[in-house]
């Protein structure tokens, strides 16, 4: 992930690398807590509760960071993440918070007693939260919002889970390189592109369903 903000800040310093990181970050986040609120109620599992709120926590540090702003862990201007103030993405960060707040209370009551019915708000509460934090990821990923470009929709299949998830990765880089190319106008002058991911689950049978 260093290498890809290195290398868009390289090509435009204007460019929030930083800051897609981190919103991506946030999806992996959710997928360990519910996938660590399973986990904990099967014999044998490491997973524990103290873990699971540390998640908690650091998924709502990075959410205060994304909102108001700040730097990681380098500090320097690449990686400083900008306030949002942009009213669109204001609105999708409070609908990400509210639907945090639910499943946060799901998660609050996890222990490896914790009941079916516990377990499956906790996954549908994942799922919502997860759909809204895409919706914030796709927005900090596009950088030219314009109505006299015409939007050219890319499908993009990438494997977000199933034997190799490695799609977080390549959807980073998609987007990095999305807002570049929109910006500089240099490729395909006059079009807005725009990339729709579909988690193919590293499944040739699942792609061929696109």
């Given at each position: 992930e260093d290498v890809l903000v290195d290398e868009a800040w390289k090509a435009d310093?204007?460019?929030q690398g930083s800051k897609i990181v981190l919103a991506s970050r946030q999806l992996a986040l959710l997928q360990s807590m519910c996938?660590?609120?399973?986990?904990?109620?099967?014999n044998g599992s490491d997973v524990t509760m103290e873990g699971i709120a540390a998640s908690m926590r650091n998924f709502e540090a990075?959410?205060?960071t994304l909102l108001k702003g700040g730097s990681a862990r380098r500090l320097a201007a690449k990686t400083d993440v900008a306030a949002t103030e942009d009213p669109h993405a204001v609105d999708l960060?409070?609908?990400v918070q509210d639907q945090w707040n639910a499943l946060k209370a799901h998660l609050e009551k996890v222990t490896p007693q914790a009941t079916e019915a516990l377990l499956?708000?906790?996954v549908e509460g994942t799922a919502s939260v997860a759909e809204?934090?895409?919706a914030v990821?796709?927005?900090?990923g596009t950088t030219t919002r314009t109505t006299t470009m015409i939007s050219l929709e890319i499908l993009?299949?990438?494997p977000l889970t199933g034997d190799w998830p490695a799609g977080q990765t390549l959807r980073l880089a998609a987007q990095l390189a999305e807002g570049l190319i929109n910006k500089e106008q240099r490729i395909l002058p006059g079009f807005n592109l725009k990339h729709v991911f579909y988690d193919d689950k590293c499944d040739p049978s699942k792609g061929s369903q696109i």
């Open positions: 310093p204007s460019l996938r660590d609120s399973v986990l904990m109620t099967t990075n959410q205060e960060m409070h609908a499956r708000s906790v809204s934090m895409e990821v796709t927005f900090f993009a299949p990438i």
